[in-house]
């Protein structure tokens, strides 16, 4: 049906945990989520009868929406929500029915899925940077000691010990490890605003049905929409390519390290050659510098993206969406690759029987 | 199998039509042209028998390569060609076969099988392009003598006629469209240097291999390899993202005349809205916006991939092939988008009664 | 003596107050600051006497550096630090005169410089936001109640009050007003780390000469070096664009209300135009539009920039200099113009008689 | 009186004899050679009196701007040339004195400025590109013939000559000499539209008057405005940065090689460290690299600035001066450091008795 992808070694950059939060269907099921918890916040606020939201509740969850005709409208409403929204429509019957979506707008949906979709890659990331830091203090703790030789400014320095350069690996993720709890509870906010941004439509129930629409979907209601301000979007972006940057660097170190040869590091592994058998090209450590250029390119998509016109710009939110969701597959991809690099490290540096 | 895709609303950003040049099937069929091209090449040097060739060039025909095997070696590998070629090997045989990829590496396949599809690309685009400058032309004929106001800086400045505003999104077209037969045939070149780049493996006979086997896939040699130095790439790069900025350009303009009203421009069609019914929002226009500024952000990546390290950088390609491929299809996408927009418009500036 | 200028119009793209803070006199100051702060550590430490780290310290403020050779010797050198200590050298005499420098390296100097320069640059912001915010406070205080058009997607929406766009315009800059208190404070560090970033020459007195050196800077000393983690400098660069960018979007909106004309906004003042005496260009729109496009550009070269080879990287380090001051100055002329834009409203929206 | 600099060590970044080319009184000089030859051209046309515009030429010629008030006013105006025609008006009398400019508009004085500035600044590459190359084809000549390890990948591949190497080097470099004639040639062209680039002031005359003005400035007349298709700025922004990287790969390999050590390459000079007494940094190498990144970010913004809206687009326009120039200025300094670079090298590779 679709296509935007990568294309033919997309493998390289992309990751297929990441990529099942980003289909169709889990766009539609979080827009069903949504609207089950506005009928929800809706019946809080007496705007719908209890029972009436509890059966529209049940009409949503049996909902099966059809993405070929929701792909091909969203070409020309340019967004999903329009469409989908159309067939459940015609799909929910009975008392409260015309109160489906009431007070919300298509970007409350999208961008609310959007930040579930941002949650759950960053459950994945979590677990991967822990793996990640995980094999880094198990390689210090075997290797640490050895002897390396310090490289500043593409010359020999001085000797060190390994554990100083794993050293300078290992802060900067852990740094992140904690910016990422932090980043995931500071952005798992709702959006929700109506056409707007004013949810006029609701009046003085608009808060009691925005706080109970957010406690429903485990989201905070920050008090406001933020249809055009982005800033959950961009804390993303930049930690993203702040981590990607952090692995890219080990990469870029690893891969020199291959260069200088045994003295610095011995892998198992590494890539053939199609010309030159007695090769082990460094590739995962390649593929790490690649996909932190990667994203350190498309964050600038990201914050050029936050110049929204007025309340909403569809211009500016196409950018996020074509940008944002191949930022984190190629950050989980960096992740599980960084993992496997560092696992197929035989030994870095020189044993010199020194206690570390 | 793979991912590495844009996620959820992949079509705004995609095109089916050229993503099928940069499918992995699309890729091996090109590694299989240039495997023939090469054995012809060979057979001409008499490195390879005439008859040898000619059934070494029936078996390459017939082989069909493992594709789930090739994704997973290429992440081993960082490249596909190494498996391709491990599993032709396997599926070749009799005098001569030793010879399959002689004097070759990974990257000449690669890379040839890049500038083949940038061709057939080319073909696409040209085609689109043909068909929205033929679009604009009607479109001049028919209102460019109707009054509009000309705007600059933000502001009302002189009335003008709309074929003066529907010339400035005519000419960069015109231009970029004989830009695009030029560009299409200085870059219809031939990757070939094997491993190092010199061709060494085939001594006094590599020219004549070289023009034997670019002239077998109507390409041209020019006389050494370009393993490191990547014009071809970043001309196409450059080219795709200054077409899609003069179609972000016209985009710009339509939305902004949809939002100054009935006295720019009526339109049939237009984006719903979820939320309220009377608005026909200018999607096509917004999407030329974001489409260019999504190529204006990747094009950096195209430059900063420039720097390789000595004979080839993994970090460097890598980064072409997360890049490029997506370039073309979010130009091509514009293209149609374009062409569609250009279309649905029913009336552009007042009609004044005046010829032109 | 230099150049590395924007050029011809760099009035609209600088600020004076930040590139003072960026000048080489500021720049020699910031290191002399540190080379008196490290003899208090070794005297500290024992490592120096105390009545010599007294002379040493007079010595160091009475020192003129030579800008003009150290200018030369950068190019040579690729860091102002090695010419800035060989003069200093010269000119400190007496009894310890031999540890000036003493287990430091030049970029503790000069990242500790750069430390300084931001956080004297995140005060001038500070203030600029500040005064920013209480225009808006204002703004929305005399013209909130005003009725003004929606507009989503480039159509007019529903209507709602001028209140309602300004408070998207507030929040952001109210949310990046606390978040600059807080980076400054998570950015105030000290870079110690000596040639290779392990302060070996120090042995078991480097925390104590560290923390010394960190509190007479007013820095702390974050336990170790982190020459080749660039955190800071990207948690910097994030916020600047951030920053811009919510400006950039008050530009975008204020240029689209000048186009509509009337019924959304007056101004006073305005740009001239060289033909067309009637307009009023709303150039301080633009000019934000353009500063937040810059930084959205620059923060890509930061981001490139984390990816340091091995223990220092002079090439990434370098692109570091050549974005991170300029990104200062973008934001504060971002916030100036801002200002002055805001306070050139006249009236926004129409006024209803409604009391808000 | 400006700023916009990119501080401290903007002598890495900069180029003294291009920043020539982009100070206020350059841009003045253009301005007054084009209302100079604006004057011949109405003249031409018999809209000014021969003997009159004889007398106005002479008054501009003898006219001062102020520098300090224009710099104020393009603050407001957002472009330098209301403020320095008000104050030209001012200056000039007599007869035809009210035609000063007549026809046409700040853009084409300053898009004109650009073009010329762009045209000096080639002659300048042009110089140094061939210095350069003339450089690399002595050290081709001299060390040729060495034995050097090709590396692909981070990791030996095989031997080849040293010759093989510099090629890869010195083709990419000769094929941008070759463009940047043709550079110059293609974007030779005038600015010249009035208010709303239709030249309607002029009338009949205004292909008359355009190409006398053409002339005078020794540009063509492409025989219609080009005030929001960026094209010429564009080819310019490409060629640059894609020269930059070719520089940058240059010394990305020299970076790698003095890692290596002795085996590849021999320099004299060399950058100090302050703390490592012993090391001979490649620092040349580094920066190399530093703008070729620099380029390869700030290209980004020259596409963003594409997007125009409708006939002028003070947003898009200043992203480009905010741009370009340092684009021009990075890639002067980067051919003269490349320049010293290749001259500094001893010896590249091995020396192997055999004739190459």
Chains 1, 2, 3, 4 share one sequence.
Not at 39 to 45: D, F, H, N, S
Request: hydrophobic share 50%; with cysteine.
């Amino acid at each position: 049906m679709a296509a935007g992808a990568q294309g033919w070694m997309e493998e390289l950059f992309g990751d297929r945990e990441i990529a099942d939060l980003f289909t169709a269907s889990a766009l539609f099921a979080s827009f069903a989520r949504f609207e089950q918890a506005l009928i929800k916040g809706l019946a809080q606020a007496k705007l719908v009868e209890a029972t009436d939201a509890v059966r529209l509740i049940d009409q949503i969850a049996a909902f099966n929406p059809d993405p070929a005709a929701i792909a091909d409208a969203t070409l020309r409403d340019g967004v999903p929500a329009p469409d989908y929204l159309r067939q459940l429509r015609a799909s929910v019957v009975g008392p409260g029915s015309e109160l489906i979506h009431h007070g919300a707008t298509s970007q409350d949906l999208v961008d609310t899925a959007m930040i579930e979709a941002l949650g759950k890659a960053g459950l994945i990331l979590s677990k991967r940077l822990d793996d990640l830091i995980a094999r880094l203090a198990a390689l210090a703790a075997r290797d640490g000691g050895n002897r390396l030789q310090a490289v500043t400014r593409m010359q020999e320095a001085l000797p060190f010990a390994a554990s100083d350069r794993i050293a300078a690996w290992q802060t900067p993720l852990e740094e992140l490890r904690a910016r990422l709890t932090r980043l995931k509870e500071q952005t798992r906010i709702l959006q929700f605003g109506g056409p707007v941004g004013d949810l006029r439509a609701l009046g003085d129930q608009a808060a009691l049905v925005a706080e109970t629409l957010a406690r429903d979907l485990d989201l905070r209601w920050p008090g406001h929409s933020w249809h055009a301000a982005r800033g959950p979007m961009i804390a993303w972006a930049g930690f993203l390519s702040e981590l990607t940057g952090a692995l890219g660097k080990i990469g870029q170190d690893l891969g020199l390290m291959a260069l200088r040869g045994e003295q610095d590091i011995a892998f198992s592994g590494g890539g053939a050659s199609s010309a030159m058998p007695h090769k082990q090209n460094p590739v995962a450590a390649e593929r790490l510098v690649a996909l932190a250029r990667l994203n350190a390119t498309l964050v600038s998509g990201m914050h050029q993206a936050q110049i929204h016109e007025m309340e909403r710009s569809g211009a500016a939110w196409m950018l996020e969406w074509a940008t944002l969701p191949q930022m984190c597959e190629a950050t989980s991809a960096a992740l599980s690759t960084a993992a496997g690099l560092v696992g197929s490290i035989d030994r870095i540096g020189q044993f010199t029987g020194d206690q570390q």
